[in-house]
């Protein structure tokens, strides 16, 4: 169990990486006069980024260790990754919804860094997000 979360972790952290390049790219990360290329702010993409990968170092030390506690610390920061993810996809949302029905003005006019996003690549890393925690879960229980 412990050695599948860990390879579920990975998996979502590719597809995390996937979206956090994506959204650099097109320019999310700058601020200039008052003015904003995404409607995430950097603390959020950037603090996400900073646990999950600070909480997939610590699972790896729990699986080399077999130290238990190690595990719920894991959990317990994959729930505040979890939640910083929701109020990613929550920002995400309307963003998706308005350039659905305008394809090619905003191949023209650009729009929000995030709107660049892969819907499929959103769709896996939240649905392998979501594996990930019952899957650490599982393991902490039965660790």
């Known amino acids: ?18 979206l956090l390049g994506t959204w650099i790219q097109h320019g999310g990360h700058r ?8 409607n995430f702010p950097p603390g959020l993409i950037f603090g996400h980024f900073a646990l999950a990968a600070a909480g997939l170092i610590l699972w790896i030390v729990y699986l080399v260790s077999d130290a238990t506690g190690l595990a719920w610390i894991s959990f317990g920061l994959l729930v505040v990754i979890a939640l910083l993810g929701f109020g990613m996809l929550f920002r995400w949302l309307p963003t998706y919804r308005a350039g659905v029905g305008g394809r090619v003005a905003q191949a023209v006019t650009g729009g929000p860094a995030e709107r660049h996003f892969p819907v499929a690549v959103v769709v896996g890393h939240g649905l392998l997000a979501v594996t990930t925690v019952v899957l650490v879960l599982l393991a902490a229980i039965t660790a």
């Open 1 to 18: 169990m412990a050695v599948a979360a860990l390879i579920a972790w990975i998996v979502t952290a590719l597809g995390g990486f996937y």
């Open 31 to 38: 601020r200039t006069a008052g003015t904003t290329s995404s």
